[in-house]
């Protein structure tokens, strides 16, 4: 009876364990993303792809960034980066705040800001501004969604 009750004993411990780890892993939001940011009156302001990769920190690192529609606020040689601050549940549904800056390289000075919300793992939605240059200003809504 005394070993029923170890090996009872170890068993409950092993589920609790298991249930006690979180499987939501930022790794989720790792990968090919599309994203349109919409302006006033519903119509697109800019498009881009891109991939992104969380990493320890919480930071976001950017690369294959490619604006898929034409705008005079970014010419080239743009600079991202990210942050990403991580939540999730047990299923492994990654939720959490995303935010993503894009600096203009030529011309120089233009800023767009995104600020949103990751769901699942696969789609981030928010707002956006844009701060710049005359003509170069704006806001409005965006939805990402994973390639």
């Known amino acids: 009876m005394k070993q029923f009750g170890i090996v009872a004993l170890l068993f409950v411990g092993l589920v609790l364990v298991g249930c006690g780890s979180n499987s939501a892993n930022p790794t989720n939001v790792n990968g090919n993303w599309n994203a349109t940011l919409m302006g006033n009156g519903n119509t697109t302001s800019f498009a881009f792809g891109?991939?992104?990769a969380v990493n320890n920190?919480?930071?976001v690192s950017v690369s294959n960034f490619n604006f898929t529609t034409n705008s005079p606020c970014f010419g080239s040689g743009e600079t991202e980066s990210g942050s990403f601050t991580l939540g999730g549940n047990f299923n492994?549904?990654?939720n959490g705040s995303f935010g993503m800056t894009v600096q203009s390289g030529s011309p120089s000075g233009?800023?767009?800001k995104l600020n949103g919300t990751v769901a699942n793992g696969n789609t981030i939605t928010g707002t956006w501004t844009l701060t710049g240059s005359s003509g170069c200003t704006g806001s409005g809504a965006f939805t990402m969604t994973k390639a």
């Open 50 to 52: 891109t991939s992104l």
């Open 57 to 59: 920190d919480g930071s």
């Open 92 to 94: 492994g549904k990654v």
């Open 110 to 112: 233009n800023t767009l």
